[in-house]
């Protein structure tokens, strides 16, 4: 679970033609990079939003990106490298590498909730990924009440521009990232507590809803929220035991800030695996 080679390239990848050319380039860095240190690439995994088929390695209409609608990743990947490729859902992929080599790997059942760009959510029960019938499980994003903005949003843009959104109008200011935010935490603090204590108790609910419907041992939260510390993890804390029906059987855990080291890490656990799954049936 050690990571052995890293390549970050931040990109829209709105457009079909765009998103495999910095696929292509991310992957060639890192076999170039494993090439130089003598480490051996055996399998690519694929971190992607849904609704997927992982057998097929095929992305079919993830919302806002009409371009990648019956979009053959795996394929098309697995020709230009010539290396077996594994597609995972991003959230079910980071929440696999938590249960394979992070904090969850002594827990059998647990949900691990992502609050950043978007919110979504991995499930892992008795030790396996839930992505259901289509492959989206825990698209939680349309079950939030909004209860913590003053104007109603689309059900689909509850993300940190949304949250940056309330805090401007809030504060008053015209800041244009949460970063911006915690640099000026000193600045603003009571006021900016208020605001990401609602969106808190917000997603306390919302994962206390989660949690109600699956049942799980754990309840994992991560994401850039977690940068603004207790104020607000414990107001999450607070409504999410308040809104538990299993009183407070159910452990809440702060998980890793950074989503997209979580995606990328978990889409390379699950090539792993199955991988080595492939290998043992085929030998």
């Given at each position: 679970?050690?990571?052995?080679?890293?390549?970050?390239?931040?990109?829209?990848?709105?457009?079909?033609?765009?998103?495999t050319?910095?696929?292509f380039?991310?992957?060639?860095?890192?076999?170039?990079?494993?090439?130089?240190?003598e480490?051996?690439?055996?399998?690519?995994?694929?971190?992607?939003?849904?609704?997927?088929?992982?057998?097929?390695?095929?992305?079919?209409?993830?919302?806002?990106?009409?371009?990648?609608?019956?979009?053959?990743?795996?394929?098309i990947?697995?020709?230009?490298?010539?290396?077996?490729?594994?597609?995972?859902?991003?959230?079910?992929?980071a929440?696999?590498?938590?249960?394979?080599?992070?904090?969850?790997?002594?827990?059998?059942?647990?949900?691990?909730?992502?609050?950043?760009?978007g919110?979504g959510?991995?499930?892992i029960?008795?030790?396996e990924?839930?992505?259901?019938?289509?492959?989206?499980?825990?698209?939680?994003?349309?079950?939030?009440?909004?209860?913590?903005?003053?104007?109603?949003?689309?059900?689909?843009?509850?993300s940190?521009?949304?949250i940056?959104?309330?805090?401007?109008?809030?504060?008053?200011?015209?800041?244009?990232?949460?970063?911006?935010?915690?640099?000026?935490?000193?600045?603003?603090?009571?006021?900016?507590?208020?605001?990401?204590?609602?969106?808190?108790?917000?997603?306390?609910r919302?994962?206390?809803?989660?949690?109600?419907?699956?049942?799980?041992?754990a309840?994992?939260?991560?994401?850039?929220?977690?940068?603004?510390?207790?104020v607000?993890?414990?107001?999450?804390?607070?409504?999410?035991?308040?809104?538990?029906?299993?009183?407070?059987?159910?452990?809440?855990?702060?998980?890793?800030?950074d989503?997209?080291?979580?995606?990328?890490?978990?889409?390379a656990?699950?090539?792993?695996?199955?991988?080595?799954?492939?290998?043992?049936?085929?030998?």
């Amino acid at each position: 679970g050690k990571p052995l080679a890293s390549s970050v390239k931040s990109v829209a990848n709105k457009t079909r033609a765009d998103a495999t050319a910095n696929l292509f380039d991310v992957v060639q860095r890192l076999i170039n990079k494993c090439y130089r240190n003598e480490i051996r690439v055996d399998a690519i995994g694929i971190g992607a939003p849904s609704p997927l088929d992982k057998e097929k390695g095929m992305i079919y209409s993830p919302f806002g990106l009409s371009d990648w609608r019956d979009f053959a990743i795996g394929e098309i990947t697995e020709k230009r490298f010539g290396l077996p490729v594994f597609i995972v859902n991003d959230g079910d992929g980071a929440a696999f590498g938590m249960k394979c080599f992070g904090k969850c790997r002594d827990i059998s059942s647990f949900i691990s909730l992502y609050f950043d760009e978007g919110i979504g959510a991995g499930i892992i029960l008795k030790d396996e990924i839930y992505s259901g019938s289509f492959g989206y499980s825990g698209e939680i994003s349309y079950a939030l009440l909004k209860s913590f903005c003053d104007e109603p949003i689309d059900n689909s843009s509850l993300s940190l521009d949304t949250i940056v959104s309330a805090l401007n109008s809030e504060l008053g200011e015209n800041l244009g990232s949460i970063d911006d935010f915690l640099c000026k935490g000193s600045v603003f603090s009571r006021r900016m507590a208020s605001v990401i204590g609602r969106v808190g108790d917000e997603l306390g609910r919302i994962a206390a809803l989660v949690s109600n419907i699956f049942g799980p041992e754990a309840v994992v939260v991560n994401g850039k929220l977690l940068d603004f510390g207790d104020v607000f993890f414990e107001a999450l804390r607070t409504s999410f035991e308040s809104s538990l029906f299993s009183g407070d059987q159910v452990r809440l855990l702060a998980g890793n800030n950074d989503q997209f080291e979580a995606f990328s890490t978990g889409a390379a656990s699950y090539a792993i695996f199955s991988y080595l799954m492939s290998k043992a049936l085929t030998d």
